[in-house]
């Protein structure tokens, strides 16, 4: 019961994540996956692609397929409207955690 209430709250924190990355370089699920399991979070691509797909379907996102090693690959990179919605979940985190942090 409690891993589930942690990760419906933690969703939102794996999408700012996921903005950040992609605002800085073209992202793929797989590095994405490996990037947040660095930081503690354990989701499975089954979670992740859902994730990425609303994203885009959002206009957080955009995705350009790209051939390698072999495969199609999925890269998805920030739009505008992306980068403006983390920054202002940013600013927003940042005055949750000043409030939350003691």
Request: without cysteine; charged residues 35%; aromatic residues 10%.
């Amino acid at each position: 019961m409690e891993d589930r209430i942690l990760r419906k709250l933690f969703l939102g924190f794996i999408q700012i994540h996921i903005l950040h990355h992609a605002k800085e370089h073209p992202i793929f699920g797989l590095w994405m996956l490996e990037e947040l399991k660095e930081h503690g979070y354990e989701i499975s691509a089954g979670t992740l692609y859902p994730i990425l797909h609303n994203m885009e379907d959002d206009g957080l996102l955009i995705k350009e397929e790209r051939k390698a090693d072999g495969k199609i690959r999925k890269y998805y990179t920030a739009t505008e409207k992306g980068e403006e919605i983390l920054i202002q979940a940013q600013e927003k985190a940042y005055e949750l955690f000043k409030e939350i942090k003691d």
